[in-house]
């Protein structure tokens, strides 16, 4: 079976949301994930899981918040090849760089190896209903993307 992690931060609860939402669809397809808020995690864990979810808001004119800088400079000291992974964020259109911790996190995530395997999914502050759906469709076709290469 798939072990799955899912690590984020949230300042508003609008990423929280969405985490719970890309959550709800993961469970929904039987498999178990466990979910860390940053501050709790530890970077080296990634390594122990087959497919690794990172979710963050953008701060900023375009950075990670802060309590995500730790976990990302440990994540230097990582090879994550072989691993699958996925990045999601809330995100503000009135800043010119729209949704830059999702695409930050998800060059990071190639730099160490992972396939990415979804486009980044980025959400307008808080998930509307429509938007909730969306995020339990990628949870789920998340673990698609992981379960197809463990059949291989």
């Given at each position: 079976?798939?072990?799955?992690m899912?690590v984020?931060t ?26 860390k ?25 375009g ?8 976990f990302y400079d ?14 999601f ?8 760089k729209?949704?830059?911790a ?8 190639k730099?160490l ?10 959400i ?10 969306k ?18």
């Amino acid at each position: 079976m798939a072990k799955l992690m899912m690590v984020y931060t949230s300042m508003t609860g609008n990423t929280e949301e969405i985490a719970n939402a890309i959550a709800e669809g993961i469970q929904e397809e039987g498999i178990d994930l466990e979910v860390k808020e940053v501050l709790d995690a530890d970077a080296k864990e990634l390594e122990e899981y087959d497919g690794i979810l990172l979710g963050a808001y953008t701060w900023g004119d375009g950075e990670l918040p802060d309590d995500f800088l730790d976990f990302y400079d440990d994540m230097d000291e990582l090879d994550l090849s072989g691993k699958k992974a996925a990045v999601f964020g809330s995100c503000d259109s009135n800043y010119e760089k729209y949704g830059a911790a999702v695409d930050i996190l998800i060059d990071k995530l190639k730099e160490l190896g992972a396939d990415v395997i979804l486009e980044g999914l980025k959400i307008e502050l808080a998930p509307t209903n429509e938007e909730r759906e969306k995020c339990k469709n990628f949870g789920k076709q998340f673990v698609q993307g992981v379960l197809e290469t463990k059949k291989c």
